[in-house]
């Protein structure tokens, strides 16, 4: 089976880019979550979504950061505009909603905003 | 955001050698989960735990569900040099409907040959 997939795998722009990750998880998972982690602050939360309704986004460190989910097998997390401390590694991840069933991990996309 | 303690924060073993980390929390949790990360991949599941006092074995990987509810260990026997990387546990309650996850702060496995 597929797993959790994410786009691209690497990204280095320049500050004031607009940046799009993209994240396609696991059929039949209703839960869909990003995180960022960066060295000093290890795994962060940023925002997660239930049946492609956005549910709780008090993560997302601030405006520039958005994330959609258009349908069950899509989602983005855009930045606009990047800046260098943007610069970590995003991950997606999803759930089935059922009992506590654990979150499955794509590998992530390493963003790097010069 | 909130971390679990997860202790020691890296070592280097012999291959050979058995590994022990844990984690520790002041906070009560439903479910406790053990990730590997390796350079370039997201965590993977290793194990995963649902009851208190519970012990599960994945392999040469055995973890236990604290009695608590506030702590979990993994153990690795046998190390090899394929079991280098970042173990992460994370523990998971109910929060506004859905599991809240709480990820550890990372235990960093170097093996030497």
């Known amino acids: 089976d597929a797993g959790v997939i994410q786009s691209p795998r690497h990204e280095v722009t320049e500050m004031g880019q607009e940046v799009t990750l993209r994240c396609k998880p696991i059929?039949?998972?209703?839960?869909l979550f990003w995180y960022r982690q960066t060295m000093m602050r290890g795994l962060e939360l940023l925002i997660y979504?239930?049946?492609?309704?956005?549910?709780?986004d008090s993560g997302m460190p601030e405006d520039r950061f958005s994330a959609k989910m258009p349908n069950a097998s899509f989602s983005t997390l855009k930045i606009q505009p990047s800046e260098p401390r943007d610069s970590a590694v995003y991950f997606c991840?999803?759930?089935?909603?059922?009992?506590?069933?654990?979150?499955?991990f794509g590998d992530g996309t390493r963003l790097s905003i010069l | 955001g909130q971390q679990l303690n997860q202790s020691p924060q890296s070592m280097f073993i012999q291959e050979g050698e058995d590994v022990s980390m844990n984690c520790t929390s002041s906070?009560?949790?439903?479910?406790w989960l053990w990730y590997k990360q390796e350079p370039g991949e997201g965590p993977v599941l290793l194990i995963a735990l649902y009851k208190a006092g519970e012990l599960t074995s994945n392999g040469r990987l055995t973890a236990q569900f604290g009695i608590t509810r506030k702590d979990s260990f993994l153990n690795i026997s046998a190390s090899i040099p394929s079991d280098v990387g970042i173990y992460f546990c994370a523990g998971q309650r109910n929060s506004g409907g859905y599991q809240k996850v709480t990820f550890g702060t990372g235990t960093k496995l170097q093996v030497i040959p």
């Open positions: 059929s039949g998972h209703d839960y």
């Open positions: 991840a999803s759930s089935l909603f059922s009992g506590n069933q654990p979150q499955h």
């Open positions: 979504f239930n049946n492609n309704v956005p549910i709780d």
């Open positions: 906070s009560i949790f439903n479910t």
